[in-house]
């Protein structure tokens, strides 16, 4: 039995087509590939195409080769976050330092290839290759032959045909067996000279479109510090995330040394490539390939040019091999990242629920009860009533997806999951999570503000279902004492009472004991949660500051903040249900304010 991450829903049957991650098994499941004898957890792949799971054969879908080294740097950078929130739990989500510092520098090879391009050896070995002379016999006209084969003597005499014609003081040949030579640059110190530009390339090529996901994450940083079209508050939040990091100094000159690093790679990749469009590189063939260790011949031990190459192989071979796993390996690493970015949604989950929970898992607002869980790879948002043994509510369910596919056009069955994954090398929209595909990335400076967007949603969703709804089976005595309170209306006929305003400290105790004492236990707990509600509403999302709310008939409000520059919230009632709003004078949209407005359309309980 597997259960499908996405759907939320379980199923017998895996697709013929699978993506990594996606599934899950709920039981100890048969091998996998041959290297796994009970499959457990996460579906994911062992850098091989086919999922083989028992007797079912099924293929994973491909990498997308273009993020290649994309994907190897978000899975160090969130194993770098993971690693320092050990320490520091409440850390700030974006790039870390410590990889931008350690990826901004040339590494040891890098510096050694540069040495050897600026001496010359690969142009000098390029233009100037060692040989071979490589000799063939072959019967050609008399004309073209420059050299007797051993032995041509002999075919000469032993073939008439090849005869002109015969005299009397011997044969004028017509054909000859002759030897002709052919500079052979197949040799093997040739191959590997050829087959280490190759290499280099690949390298090279991976090396600088990771520097420039750094670069791009940096001046985006830096775009910040100095936007003019994005609103203060939203600058200022998360150039403080990012401050927790780098300093708007330190952010600069780790682009500028970045940038260096940048332009001598490029140059570097540049001329490799013009080594691979000249010279000896064009007459090796393609199918001349170095297999096993490197063979250490005279010349690459010796020549001063071709020695070069012996070490700058073994130099990149330790690059390489150190990314090297077997598939058991590579597939309890992708188990572990999978796990790696759970947790690293949850860092960005606890920093979106910060003027909610404090940075811990769970607390009370709006008079409930609300905690942060994790279980298993999945994040679940839960709401209950304090003191009260009832069941909890799903406000909100984070699914982490690792992986380097756009978003399928799947959609989860529960309005309140949503799938998060790194968008990588998307163009995202505006829209903060459309269709309930959330990215979820340390490279995206808005990765909190999506979030928390997200959160503020819910949360309000929630304090608003309450909102003007009435209080039933109300005592006549207290319907009476109701009445001399400011922000209740009572409806004696129906013994409702709805609270639409929040109520002094003073008059809800009083409420709440006159219900206690007629039995109406559950009415009184429902009445300071519905305060309590209001009370959270009144706290002004932007600057926290008060926001006191007025009643607008017949089932809204309005609270304006006592800072004229911050939040204005509605609730209305329109044809199609209530609808609510927060927004900021003069917003523009996401990328503009952030977190700070938005609007909710058909809520609950309207």
């Known amino acids: 039995m597997w259960f499908d991450r996405f759907t939320g829903e379980q199923c017998r049957q895996l697709p013929a087509l699978i993506q990594p991650g996606r599934y899950q098994s709920v039981n100890d499941g048969p091998a996998f590939n041959g290297h796994t004898p009970v499959f457990t957890g996460v579906l994911v792949s062992d850098g091989d195409q086919r999922c083989q799971l028992g007797d079912e054969a099924c293929t994973f879908t491909p990498p997308q080769k273009s993020l290649a080294a994309a994907t190897e740097l978000l899975s160090k950078v969130i194993a770098t976050i993971d690693a320092e929130a050990l320490q520091a739990p409440l850390m700030s989500p974006l790039m870390p330092a410590s990889i931008i510092d350690a990826k901004s520098h040339l590494q040891p090879f890098e510096e050694r290839l540069l040495d050897v391009v600026k001496q010359g050896h690969l142009h000098h070995i390029s233009q100037r290759p060692r040989l071979d002379l490589h000799y063939e016999d072959e019967v050609a006209d008399i004309g073209r032959a420059r050299r007797l084969a051993k032995g041509a ?80 508050r939203l600058r200022e939040e998360i150039c403080r995330l990012w401050g927790m990091t780098f300093s708007a100094e330190e952010t600069s000159n780790a682009s500028k040394l970045l940038g260096e690093t940048l332009e001598k790679l490029e140059r570097l990749y540049q001329t490799i490539a013009g080594l691979q469009q000249s010279g000896l590189y064009l007459l090796v063939s393609r199918q001349a390939q170095v297999t096993g260790v490197l063979h250490m011949t005279n010349i690459l031990g010796h020549d001063q040019h071709y020695r070069h190459l012996a070490i700058l192989w073994d130099q990149l071979a330790k690059v390489t091999q150190a990314k090297r796993a077997t598939p058991a390996e590579r597939f309890r690493q992708n188990q572990s990242l999978a796990s790696v970015y759970s947790r690293y949604a949850g860092l960005v989950m606890r920093r979106a629920l910060l003027p909610y929970l404090n940075g811990q898992d769970e607390g009370v ?26 069941p909890e509510d799903v406000l909100l369910t984070i699914v982490p997806w690792l992986s380097d596919a756009p978003a399928p056009e799947v959609t989860p069955q529960s309005k309140e999951r949503f799938i998060a994954w790194p968008a990588m090398g998307q163009e995202i929209d505006a829209a903060y999570c459309p269709e309930q595909w959330i990215p979820l990335s340390p490279t995206d400076m808005y990765c909190t503000e999506r979030f928390g967007l997200l959160v503020d949603q819910v949360l309000c969703r929630m304090a608003l279902i309450t909102y003007a709804q009435p209080l039933q089976k109300i005592p006549q005595k207290v319907l009476e004492q109701a009445k001399q309170v400011a922000g209740v209306q009572v409806n004696s006929e129906q013994n409702e009472l709805i609270v639409t305003e929040a109520l002094a400290g003073e008059a809800v105790t009083a409420l709440k004991d006159a219900l206690v004492a007629s039995n109406s236990t559950a009415q009184a707990s429902a009445l300071e949660g519905h305060n309590q509600a209001i009370l959270a509403l009144e706290k002004c999302p932007v600057c926290s500051g008060r926001a006191p709310l007025v009643f607008q008939s017949p089932l809204g409000f309005k609270a304006n903040c006592l800072d004229k520059k911050c939040a204005t919230r509605y609730l209305r009632l329109e044809q199609t249900g209530r609808v609510f709003e927060q927004s900021l004078p003069e917003s523009t949209g996401f990328t503009v304010v952030g977190r700070r407005a938005f609007t909710i359309r058909q809520m609950a309980g309207a």
């Open 365 to 390: 607002w709006a008079g409930r009860h609300i905690l942060l869980r994790q279980s298993g790879l999945e994040w679940h948002l839960l709401s209950s009533s304090p003191g009260l043994s009832t």
């Open 153 to 232: 003597l002999v075919h000469l005499a032993s073939h008439s045909e090849c005869w002109q014609r015969q005299t009397l003081s011997g044969v004028i040949p017509k054909k000859v067996l002759a030897r002709f030579s052919e500079d052979d640059y197949g040799i093997y110190e040739n191959r590997v000279y050829a087959r280490l530009l190759d290499k280099i390339e690949r390298y090279l090529h991976g090396r600088l479109a990771e520097l420039r996901g750094l670069q791009a994450t940096l001046n985006q940083a830096l775009r910040f510090y100095e936007a003019e079209n994005v609103d203060y």
